[in-house]
């Protein structure tokens, strides 16, 4: 079955350390979304890339990078600059008529700072 | 401010009783509106997704209403059930050229009880 898989559930980091959480999907779709969600609040779009070898900012992208290599992939890495990082992070991905198909999100990794 | 507003912001039905979730916003220009059911921990999976044209569109018990005018929708469930214990999430797609970005909701959260 075609779907986006985002591993692990669950990351603790420590401070100070990058960690990189992983987002493949088997849909075919071009475009691919990292969202962080934080309780009482809107998902809020840290990256976004529309084509391969190519990625814009969102709206909080300070503190986190990400590539974008192949078609099916998109990881993030949640740098040491990033001064709040817990909190549930969700990858989505959609077609290129994705105003109508709308988008795939994936099961969330839930990252804590200990 | 969050210019997707939605309402109430929890609520507890009994099993088998109806509910509306209301959302209004204020984005623009508007392209579409989609409603979202998200369990714990899990990602977002998408209910409906209306155009500006569309005022009405179902999807089993769920029927989301859109009133492009006054910038509100609903979404009505029909005979809860306990399944449908989850946040619902109202986003606001808004087209820029060929891009679009997405304004989510801070959701609702529906408990149903026996």
């Known amino acids: 079955d075609g779907g986006i898989t985002q591993s692990p559930k669950y990351l603790f980091r420590k401070e100070g350390q990058n960690v990189t959480l992983s987002c493949e999907q088997n849909?075919?779709?071009?475009?691919m979304y990292w969202y962080r969600q934080d309780p009482g609040q809107g998902l809020r779009l840290i990256y976004y890339?529309?084509?391969?070898?190519?990625?814009q900012k969102g709206d909080i992208a300070e503190g986190y990078s990400v590539s974008r290599e192949k078609k099916e992939s998109f990881p993030l890495t949640v740098t040491s600059a990033q001064k709040n990082p817990t909190a549930f992070y969700l990858c989505?991905?959609?077609?290129?008529?994705?105003?109508?198909?709308?988008?795939?999100f994936g099961s969330g990794t839930r990252l804590t700072v200990v | 401010k969050n210019q997707v507003e939605q309402s109430p912001q929890s609520l507890i039905i009994l099993e088998g009783k109806n509910c509306t979730l209301q959302?209004?916003?204020?984005?623009?220009?508007?392209?579409?509106l989609r409603w979202y059911k998200q369990d714990t921990g899990r990602g977002p999976v998408s209910l409906t997704i209306?155009?500006?044209?569309?005022n009405t569109k179902s999807n089993g018990r769920y029927t989301a209403t859109l009133d492009a005018d006054t910038k509100q929708s609903s979404l009505h469930i029909t005979a809860s059930q306990l399944s449908d214990s989850a946040s619902y999430i109202c986003?606001?797609?808004?087209?820029?050229?060929?891009?679009?970005?997405?304004?989510f909701g801070t959701g609702t959260r529906l408990q149903v009880t026996l």
């Open positions: 989505a991905s959609s077609s290129e008529d994705r105003e109508l198909r709308g988008y795939t």
């Open positions: 849909l075919n779709h071009d475009a």
């Open positions: 209306m155009t500006f044209s569309e």
């Open positions: 959302c209004n916003y204020t984005v623009s220009p508007f392209s579409n």
């Open positions: 890339s529309q084509i391969v070898n190519d990625f």
């Open positions: 986003v606001v797609s808004v087209r820029f050229g060929t891009a679009s970005k997405l304004t």
